[in-house]
């Protein structure tokens, strides 16, 4: 079982900034990458940023010079700075990782899986203007 919990949302003035955080625990063998998406009521989960464990970044265009996405995956953690926030950016955000997980055999080896839609359960961003 994988988990991902993320921390860090919460209610700021048009022009802050607020920093998430993402954990991911359980048998995970490595990481592949892990990012951001975002939903505001209405809309469709969208993309915000990602990241690759060699470090490769991608991120929105409505978002670019503004959100930082950087990993610490010795720590199974990911993070999105966020500055110049906008009421535009108010959404739910969602932490995915695409992941290996270890799967114990009964031989006392391990089998390793590929599982690439983890999800967190998410945490509100609400920017006022």
């Known amino acids: 079982q994988v988990q991902l919990v993320e921390s860090g949302g919460g209610l700021v003035q048009a022009g802050g900034s607020l920093r998430l955080s993402c954990v991911a625990s359980g048998s995970i063998f490595s990481i592949n990458a892990m990012g951001w998406y975002r939903q505001a009521p209405g809309n469709q989960r969208e993309l915000v940023a990602t990241i690759t464990s060699g470090g490769g970044t991608n991120y929105a265009d409505s978002v670019k010079g503004r959100f930082t996405i950087s990993r610490d995956f010795a720590k199974n953690t990911v993070y999105l700075q966020m500055n110049s926030l906008i009421p535009e950016d108010t959404a739910v955000y969602y932490c995915?990782?695409?992941?290996?997980?270890?799967?114990?055999?009964?031989?006392?080896?391990?089998?390793?899986?590929?599982?690439?839609?983890?999800w967190g359960q998410g945490t509100q961003v609400t920017v006022s203007s």
């Open positions: 995915n990782a695409d992941l290996h997980v270890m799967i114990p055999l009964d031989s006392g080896s391990n089998s390793y899986r590929r599982e690439s839609d983890h």
